[in-house]
């Protein structure tokens, strides 16, 4: 029988990869749920394709439009987010693609966890906003958690068939994004569309403009330590521009592993559909002739403050992560909208966790109350930079 997959974010970057992937594998792999934020246009395109059972449109507003667009197929439309929350859960379902962006994946990821279905994980902030709930609710139903970006995902290709020998650390890599080699003077002259441009990856806005802050290697750090079982101390960061070597793991005798491949989000997202399989693609292949110089460098930690904030949000615990959280998302928007420079997205979050009520004791309902909170604060400060 072909694994029936439910795909969050469809529209999105790994959204439409990972629909690229399971049109190369029809007899592995058919699609059963399909939703979206506000792409409508690309949603009923891929509905009409794909023909799932079911799409979600996350915006109410645009369900009219549609259902009438499907009207005549036997395509079931829903809209809102409770909808997402609850489609997910169905018994036509055994895998759920959670590649929505941002705070959003949270409840949808926690609702397919919670029956069971197991997860391709693209959307790190569900690990870094409930890391723990998230885990005990996965051991509780039995959900495996299976992660698609790549250096989570060589990290689990690196743990495959070791058999819970002692891991010393692990080595997470990072692209450097387009900045590397800017002083703090020129990254305050940066523009939205100067980090828009990265090097080696094609990713959504608002991951690509983490990755150009480091914020996104901040954020794996903590999605790591949950993913992974490990402390702070044990997960490390190198800047490896090439974007080959995808993370290594250090053992207790000194061995060192890692996984190498072409910077392609489509080979992870295979891996993780067919875990603990691998299916023969047609994907690009290394070709060491062309890839003869890897360099690596330790991360600028004053130059890329988001870093130093990550490991700290992470070592504070607690709804630290989630504020921490939070304030990047909004501080990612603004800079979008042309509102705050490159530089100040750092001091926005900054700002906001030291500005923030801190709780040890974490659920679901003070989570989305620390969330709202962190994006007030976060928002006030803007408005103050502003004035």
């Known amino acids: 029988m072909p694994k029936r997959i439910a795909l969050l974010g469809s529209t999105g970057s790994i959204g439409t990869q990972s629909l690229d992937v399971i049109s190369r594998f029809p007899g592995q ?7 979206a934020g506000n792409n ?14 079911s799409v979600v449109i996350g915006n109410t507003s645009h369900y009219k439009l549609l259902k009438e667009s499907l009207t005549g197929s036997d395509v079931k439309v ?35 966890i919670e029956a069971g279905k197991d997860i391709a994980l693209a959307n790190k902030e569900t690990l870094v906003v409930a890391g723990k709930i998230i885990s005990e609710a996965a051991i509780k139903s039995g959900s495996r958690i299976i992660p698609v970006d790549s250096e989570h995902s060589a990290i689990l290709q690196c743990l495959a068939g070791e058999n ?30 100067d980090a828009l441009k990265h090097p080696n990856w094609d990713m959504g806005s608002k991951i ?24 702070p101390d044990q997960i490390n960061i190198i800047i490896h521009p090439q974007s080959i070597i995808h993370s290594f793991v250090h053992f207790a005798d000194g061995s060192v592993k890692a996984q190498l491949g072409m910077p392609d989000m489509r080979v992870p ?63 990612v928007q603004s800079f979008l909208d042309g509102k705050i420079r490159f530089i100040q997205m750092p001091e926005v979050v900054e700002y906001t966790m030291n500005s923030s009520g801190f709780s040890e004791d974490l659920n679901l309902e003070y989570l989305e109350k620390s969330d709202y909170e962190a994006r007030k604060t976060a928002s006030e400060y803007i408005k103050k930079i502003l004035s």
């Open 29 to 35: 792999f058919t699609v059963e749920v399909l939703t």
């Open 208 to 231: 690509t403009i983490d990755s150009a802050s480091m914020m996104n290697k901040g954020l794996e750090v903590i999605e790591a330590r949950w993913l992974f079982d490990l402390s």
């Open 164 to 193: 819970n020998n002692p891991v010393e650390k692990i080595t997470l890599t990072a692209s450097g994004g387009p900045f590397f080699n800017h002083s703090y003077d020129a990254l305050g002259k940066v523009t939205p569309a």
């Open 78 to 112: 829903y809209c809102g987010s409770e909808a997402i929350e609850q489609v997910v859960t169905g018994s036509n379902i055994d895998m759920v693609i959670a590649s929505m962006v941002g705070y959003s994946g949270l409840k949808p990821t926690l609702s397919a």
């Open 269 to 331: 997202i295979l891996y993780a559909l067919s875990y603990p399989n691998r299916l023969k693609s047609d994907l690009p292949r290394m070709d060491f002739n062309l890839c003869n110089n890897f360099t690596f460098f330790q991360p600028d930690f004053e130059k890329f403050r988001n870093l130093s904030l990550a490991y700290k949000a992470l070592r504070k615990g607690g709804n630290m992560p989630c504020i921490l959280n939070a304030a990047n998302e909004v501080a």
């Open 40 to 53: 409508i246009d690309l949603l009923i395109q891929q509905a009409k394709h794909f023909k799932p059972d």
